[in-house]
T-cell receptor, first 115, second 112 residues
């Protein structure tokens, strides 16, 4: 069966420090991968999505970047965190090679607090 | 570009009563529509989806949703609400691209 791992669960970082959040998927190949941000327990904002290794689509210009160095690994990064980067970050994956209506599956999220 | 609207920030309902959480969408072409639920500090859990076919789709935990193409709506329903249904509910849409867009969420509060 497929599983998604997202870590760490919580993170406290000082302003100006770098960030690296990692997401990996097991039990599938060539998944679509997504990073979302959720502020204050409300709506999900799509940050990045990827349809393959090295293929990243950015939805919102900001202080963050994403990379996909391996098929099932998706990394969210920042060189210098801002206070406004404090949020709940969610990774998700969706199977490909199936009829288009497949749903996405989410990790448990990372609560990032920038201090 | 596709979009999703959830017009209600919060829905309050008494336990045992029917509930409806509203969702409207905008997408070019045929939509793929989804409902998810989120409990505090957790990821999203998939409830149900509409791809094609019967306009009434049934999902997990007794939830169902009705697709209405003319009104571009996909409202979530349950005949009898439980206190344990209290959570944050998200509607999402995907067109024939790979982008999956979510609404702003509706908080469902079921009172005993």
């Amino acid at each position: 069966s497929q599983t998604i791992h997202q870590w760490p669960a919580t993170l406290v970082q000082p302003v100006g420090s770098p960030l690296s959040l990692e997401c990996t998927v097991e039990g599938t190949s060539n998944p679509n991968l997504y990073w979302y941000r959720q502020a204050a327990g409300r709506g999900l904002q799509l940050l990045f999505y990827s349809v393959g290794i090295g293929q990243i689509s950015s939805e919102v210009p900001q202080n963050l970047s994403a990379s996909r160095p391996q098929d099932r690994q998706f990394i969210l990064s920042s060189k210098k965190l801002l206070l406004s980067d404090s949020s709940f970050y969610l990774c998700a994956w969706r199977p490909t090679g199936l009829p288009g209506g497949t749903e996405a599956f989410f990790g448990q999220g990372t609560r990032l607090t920038v201090v | 570009a596709q979009s999703v609207a959830q017009p209600e920030d919060q829905v309050n309902v008494a336990e045992g009563n029917p509930l409806t959480v509203k969702c409207t969408y905008s997408v070019s072409g045929n939509p793929y529509l989804f409902w998810y639920v989120q409990y505090p500090n957790r990821g999203l859990q998939f409830l149900l989806k509409y791809i094609t076919g019967d306009n009434l789709v049934k999902g997990s935990y007794g939830f169902e949703a009705e697709f209405n193409k003319s009104q571009t709506s996909f409202h979530l329903k349950k005949p009898s609400a439980l206190v344990s249904d209290s959570a944050l509910y998200f509607c999402a849409v995907r067109d024939n691209t790979d982008k999956l867009i979510f609404g702003t969420g509706t908080r469902l509060q079921v009172f005993p």
